[in-house]
């Protein structure tokens, strides 16, 4: 069960830099009490970032039979503006169109237009809860070619194959599922408690020969937030 003390503490730690898209299941099977379930979940991970002008910036999709950007990664500079985003949420309880979202977060969602950053890591977060209705290889080989980190978190009747498709490689570093939706708030207490000594410093970015280095960090950092939090 979620507890409100998650969502009105201040972040625990600082520095750190990233542009990072949630692309949210919004499809009938997840059903309206599911999908608020999902919404505290991101928030308690934006409770945990450094989200400022300077520092790290989030965009958030759902999608069902269509797909619909809630807010762009240049919409929002604080946390506090991403959470009440994110809760304003409408559920849209259609179809499953993971294809699609995949497709509108690499052409749409890393965009220049929509506040992407030149030179700063790009990391995606992929939360479905079943099959897709169309296919989902084609869009994430393209992100992942791009240099986007996609992690696929699945939930339920969450097709192995698919979340595989989605993952960045190697899949035990990026893929993860639980069983049903009462772990996500065991999940989100243990990413807020690990984020300070996980999460790379703008004075280690600084240190970096290159945005590659930099982005193998990062990456690292959300490895090690999910690691354990969700069962394969």
Excluded at 118 to 139: A, K, L
């Amino acid at each position: 069960m979620y507890l409100l003390s998650l969502f009105l503490t201040e972040p625990e730690c600082g520095d750190g830099v990233m542009d990072l898209v949630f692309v949210i299941d919004g499809s009938k099977s997840l059903g309206p009490a599911n999908f608020e379930l999902v919404k505290q979940f991101v928030n308690g991970i934006v409770d945990s970032l450094d989200i400022s002008r300077t520092g790290t910036h989030v965009g958030l999709l759902q999608y069902s039979t269509k797909v619909r950007t809630e807010f762009t990664l240049g919409q929002y500079t604080t946390a506090q503006n991403i959470k009440q985003a994110v809760s304003r949420m409408q559920y849209m309880g259609r179809g499953s169109m993971t294809g699609s979202a995949l497709r509108h977060m690499f052409e749409l969602s890393f965009s220049a237009k929509e506040g992407a950053r030149p030179n700063i890591p790009r990391f995606s977060i992929v939360f479905t809860d079943g099959r897709s209705q169309d296919d989902v290889s084609e869009w994430a080989n393209k992100a992942k070619n791009s240099g986007v980190t996609l992690y696929a978190l699945g939930v339920g009747k969450a097709i192995e194959q698919e979340l595989r498709e989605i993952a960045s490689e190697p899949d035990e570093k990026h893929l993860y599922y639980a069983e049903d939706f009462d772990k996500m708030g065991e999940i989100t207490m243990k990413l807020k408690s690990r984020i300070c000594k996980d999460k790379p410093s703008d004075e280690n970015m600084c240190q970096c020969e290159n945005v590659i280095m930099f982005q193998n960090q990062v990456t690292k950092k959300l490895t090690n937030l999910m690691q354990n939090n969700i069962l394969f």
